[in-house]
């Protein structure tokens, strides 16, 4: 885990996204003190558990870019979830455990492309070796080979010992050298046939359903095919199976568990879905179902996957929710004493919008920028252009639904969908954005609230 100061930490997240400071600064706090219990004595450090976050605020003000560029930050596991998702024990669809293993798999992944990494230049080592086999089959090999003494050419045959080596050697700096990329060869690459097992049943079948197809995968013959294809990507393949070969897969395993376990953010998306009012009947029936079967795992419990238990007592949860029609003391008072800090988004106004567009790395106006730039056509924004767009998102956004941020990505594509339709036609090279021509887009459309409903 990095040792980022929480001053750093929204250093990082002011590149991505404007204000909204209290949430940045309470994440860079629960950051920074997964990073202090690590310092912490042994005896002390499994007490300490993360202080879980509510991030309150309409869509589109920043709250899943602020959990997302966190992640990122941490080099942690990091999994987004709709709570909407799950229902409660005894309906059908999703269980609250499914998200810790979808989180151990993906630690899984990142762990062992990691491991990959590591290992690739000895992998590519063997791979050359292969390779060479592959393109000067070496004495003893024929049969595997497919060649037969009795009818091969002089030169198909083995070499002796000495000229054998020089020539590999030769082989090996054409090989280096890029001179045999247009050379096929052969290789035999194995065929998995999957059996189709279908299961219907409630809970946890996602989990079941994988340990039956690695139980079948491993019990069902497996097969090869022979296919062609030239020397670079045949490196690339031979590269890949070396490196997998290399990973010890039990490290990973162990690896990413303690990862997950000690640095796992889990992101809970639209908790206010499942806040449901007292008195409620109907299809809403299950929402406080689903919020006591979070409660165990937000709080700490040991959730069963097939790659070996998993505790979640220190994993940070960070849940968010517009909550326009409940409220947070509208939880289970059990799950709302496990994200003990709460911050409230601010709405999003001209002023932000302006530095929207124009400020962090990713902004808007860049990137429709470069996208035209790969047309040879070059696109400018006047400062004034920029105003207007950001003041038509706010007005909008105040007419209809406030969708925040992503207001300006509906705008951005109706300012500029002729030109973006049109861009390998035109013969225009330079074309400059002011106030007018967003006028002359987007007036009538603004002008007309029920237009604008529909379009923007």
């Known amino acids: 885990m990095r040792d980022l100061k929480p001053s750093e930490i929204v250093r990082e997240l002011d590149k991505y996204i404007i204000g909204q400071r209290q949430a940045k600064r309470s994440v860079a706090i629960a950051l920074r003190n997964r990073w202090r219990r690590q310092q912490v004595a042994e005896d002390l450090k499994d007490e300490i558990a993360p202080k879980n976050i509510i991030l309150i605020g309409p869509t589109g003000v920043g709250k899943t870019e602020i959990s997302r560029r966190l992640s990122k930050l941490a080099d942690s596991p990091f999994i987004k979830i709709e709570a909407s998702k799950f229902t409660e024990v005894g309906y059908v669809g999703r269980d609250v455990e499914s998200m810790v293993r979808d989180l151990l798999e993906l630690s899984v992944n990142m762990v062992k492309n990691q491991e990959q990494e590591a290992v690739s230049d000895k992998a590519w080592r063997i791979a050359q070796e292969r390779m060479l086999d592959l393109l000067l089959p070496a004495a003893g090999s024929d049969s595997e080979k497919g060649v037969d003494k009795s009818t091969a050419a002089p030169e198909a045959l083995p070499a002796a010992s000495g000229t054998a080596t020089s020539t590999r050697e030769k082989l090996r700096k054409l090989l280096l050298a890029g001179k045999l990329d247009d050379r096929q060869v052969e290789l035999d690459i194995p065929e998995r046939v999957m059996p189709v097992v279908e299961i219907f049943s409630n809970v946890g079948m996602e989990e079941m359903g994988l340990s039956l197809k690695d139980m079948f995968s491993n019990i069902m013959p497996k097969s090869a095919k022979k296919r062609r294809m030239k020397v670079p990507e045949a490196m ?45 009947h109907g299809p809403d029936v299950s929402r406080e179902g689903v919020q006591r079967d979070l409660l165990p795992i937000v709080e700490g419990s ?114 500029l969908e002729d030109i973006l339709f049109d861009a390998p036609d035109l013969s225009e090279r330079q074309i400059a954005i002011d106030g007018n021509y967003v006028d002359d887009k987007l007036k009538e459309i603004k002008d007309d609230e029920d237009l604008s409903r529909y379009i923007l």
């Open 236 to 280: 690339e393949y031979l590269a890949q199976e070396e490196a997998q070969g290399l990973v010890d897969m039990d490290k990973v395993i162990k690896d990413a568990i303690e990862k997950v376990e000690q640095s796992g953010i889990i992101f809970l998306d639209e908790i206010d879905k499942v806040a449901g009012k007292d008195g409620t």
């Open 302 to 415: 040991t959730v069963n996957t097939k790659y070996g238990p998993v505790k979640t007592d220190h994993i940070l949860f960070i849940a968010s929710g517009a909550f326009h029609t409940s409220k947070p003391s509208d939880l289970v008072p059990e799950l709302q004493g496990r994200f003990p800090i709460r911050v409230e988004l601010d709405s999003l106004g001209r002023k932000e919008f302006e530095r929207i567009l124009t400020e962090p790395k990713n902004a808007l106006v860049r990137q429709y920028i470069e996208l035209l730039k790969t047309e040879g056509i070059d696109v400018s924004f006047t400062d004034d252009a920029v105003s207007r767009i950001a003041a038509i998102a706010e007005e909008v956004n105040n007419l209809t639904e406030n969708i925040g941020a992503r207001r300006l990505h509906t705008l951005m594509e109706r300012l």
